[in-house]
């Protein structure tokens, strides 16, 4: 996901070797691995396609830990969900195009309502926002959240990219309670091992990340690494799309 604290106050720092930006792109390449494994997974060997799954599954979890500190330590909460918002929308049909092509678009319409994970991270920064807002009244604060989490059903990594950012800005200051409670949130992901194979369980690989290996550091600040991830996931998305349905 985007450096969104690049330009925001540092974090004290960790015994780890890697800082948010190096974190970004690795994260980013899984990313690319995982949908190249979505994509042409009929011409990849299954173990590939397995490895790259399970790299792929670091994607949903570190970027709903960025978004929880972004919104921690952003200087402008209110710009930051625009740029979310118009980004998810601008990633919109690509994700849609990846996905079905526009042949499988044009047999079934209904699969335009599809989204990728700038829509499930858009629905979380506004559950954030709903949570610490002051004009909501606090028994309606957990029926909007409720009603946020299924409206992400339809979106990439739904639920658990709106309740994971919430848990973790909500319980930052216990440690205990987060770790059980955005656990329990990606569960919901270690359940499709049973279904879907053991490359699920490449959640477990972020916690490992977060604790031993991140050092709470933003690394270099630029405008290049502020916006590439916006830029870059709806393109990558263009790319592969053309590269599955049209060239191989």
């Not at 792109?25 to 396609?49: N, Q």
């Not at 790299?55 to 402008?76: I, K, S």
């Not at 969900?81 to 919109?92: M, N, P, V």
Request: with cysteine; hydrophobic share 50%.
């Amino acid at each position: 996901m985007e450096n969104s604290i690049s330009n925001t106050v540092e974090m004290p720092s960790n015994k780890g070797f890697i800082n948010r930006t190096a974190l970004k792109y690795i994260v980013i390449v899984t990313m690319v691995l995982d949908h190249v494994a979505w994509g042409f997974d009929d011409r990849l060997a299954p173990i590939v396609c397995q490895l790259f799954h399970f790299v792929g599954r670091l994607t949903g979890p570190t970027m709903a830990f960025f978004l929880a500190e972004g919104y921690r330590y952003t200087h402008d909460v209110v710009k930051y969900q625009k740029r979310l918002g118009i980004f998810a929308l601008l990633s919109w049909l690509p994700f849609v195009f990846f996905e079905k092509g526009i042949d499988g678009v044009i047999k079934n319409p209904a699969v335009l309502v599809s989204q990728g994970v700038l829509y499930t991270l858009f629905l979380g920064i506004t559950a954030l926002r709903v949570w610490d807002s002051k004009n909501i009244p606090e028994d309606r604060k957990r029926l909007f959240i409720a009603l946020l989490c299924v409206a992400s059903i339809i979106g990439d990594w739904p639920i658990m990219d709106v309740l994971g950012p919430l848990f973790l800005h909500i319980y930052r200051d216990n440690k205990k309670k987060e770790y059980i409670l955005v656990t329990l949130v990606y569960s919901l992901n270690l359940l499709l091992v049973f279904v879907a194979g053991w490359y699920n369980l490449g959640v477990l690989l972020v916690p490992l990340i977060i604790i031993f290996c991140y050092n709470g550091k933003g690394g270099k600040k630029s405008a290049f690494n502020k916006w590439f991830f916006y830029v870059f996931y709806p393109l990558h998305l263009v790319i592969l799309g053309i590269l599955r349905w049209y060239v191989f």
